[in-house]
């Protein structure tokens, strides 16, 4: 496999991999994920990520239909929708058949986080709503 076979992703944005320096033209940071994706002209996508954890991880087809689906209603204009209760940015995805599937919870928008949009906000890091818990800590990125 060459470079030309696959095409990589970083924030939903296609990477030119012609480039010299992604990592600075993106302003790629230590930790951010990378999507990667086979190029191929079958109907058979195969995805995969790359992350700080692990260097290649295979996305089972599922998952990989999942994200198609939630993308599909991200492009047809289905917006996240905020959960009616907790304490926390909790988010329903929908497809572009407006059915519910996924849930996002951005690390940010946890109590005590910058973004928190139920009127607990502060810095990630700081003591969070259950003791011993840093505010960001709860997140799985």
Same mark, same amino acid.
């Given at each position: 496999m060459t470079e030309k076979d696959i095409r990589l992703f970083y924030k939903n944005i296609e990477m030119d991999q012609e480039q010299k320096n992604p990592f600075d033209i993106y302003k790629i940071e230590d930790g951010s994920t990378i999507v990667i994706t086979k190029n191929s002209n079958s109907h058979n996508l195969e995805q995969g990520v790359i992350n700080p954890y692990k260097l290649f991880e295979v996305v089972p087809q599922? &998952?990989? *239909? @999942? +994200? &198609? *689906?939630?993308? %599909?209603? &991200? *492009?047809?204009?289905?917006?996240?929708? @905020?959960a009616s209760e907790g304490t926390s940015g909790t988010y329903f995805l929908e497809t572009y058949q407006k059915k519910k599937a996924a849930v996002y919870k951005p690390y940010d928008e946890e109590p005590y986080t910058p973004n928190n949009p139920r009127g607990y906000p502060g810095e990630v890091g700081s003591q969070g709503i259950r003791?011993? +818990? &840093? %505010?960001g800590e709860c997140a799985t990125r």
């Open positions: 599922e &998952l990989t *239909n @999942l +994200i &198609l *689906n939630v993308q %599909s209603g &991200l *492009n047809a204009g289905r917006k996240p929708k @905020l003791k011993g +818990i &840093l %505010s």
